[in-house]
């Protein structure tokens, strides 16, 4: 299929706003809260001609997406990019073509695409910033054949949601993140 179809067969923000069930408070918390400096909105408002969309393979459970979803979906708005959410269990096609390290359905992802449907850039999962932020997390656990390993993983995982989706730095460096893709992808 191809990415223009992908593209149609997704929802609008609204529509997978409305869908969650898991992370929805913390997604719009962050959107709301997002402050974009100046020359971030200029950067990403010269984006207007290039006529972009966003398709984003995501699920409402990941902790990842409560943060980044957001703080694209608020970049997408500046540039008038159109934006489509596809749930990637039901999307697994089109997930494995964007595979984390050719292995993993890390999530989520997004697939810039011009008005023809061609691929331009592609982010995600994770900014650096997060990136290092969870291998810190991780050492902290104990081996996973350890009894405790289950629990410990869980309370990991709520700290890293409360962490990423409460401090606007992990925002900013998400936005950071992004442009520096773009600016190398996408010529101005």
Not at 8 to 19: L, P
Not at 117 to 123: F, K, L, M, N, T
Not at 142 to 163: G, I, R
């Amino acid at each position: 299929m191809s990415l223009n179809n992908w593209f149609s067969k997704g929802m609008t923000f609204t529509e997978y706003v409305n869908y969650m069930q898991v992370n929805r408070p913390e997604l719009e918390g962050v959107y709301k809260e997002l402050e974009l400096n100046h020359e971030d909105v200029q950067y990403f408002s010269e984006l207007k001609n290039k006529n972009l969309r966003i398709i984003t393979l995501t699920a409402d459970w990941c902790g990842d997406a409560a943060l980044c979803v957001p703080v694209l979906q608020r970049l997408a708005e500046v540039a008038s990019i159109e934006t489509r959410f596809l749930i990637r269990d039901e999307n697994l096609e089109l997930m494995d073509q964007y595979l984390t390290n050719e292995t993993s359905r890390s999530i989520p992802i997004f697939i810039f695409i011009d008005e023809k449907g061609e691929e331009q850039a592609v982010w995600g999962p994770r900014s650096p910033e997060v990136q290092q932020f969870v291998s810190e997390k991780r050492t902290e656990l104990p081996p996973q054949d350890a009894p405790d390993f289950p629990d410990k993983q869980k309370v990991m995982f709520a700290s890293f949601k409360k962490a990423v989706t409460t401090e606007p730095r992990y925002w900013q460096s998400v936005v950071s993140d992004v442009r520096k893709r773009l600016e190398t992808r996408i010529c101005q």
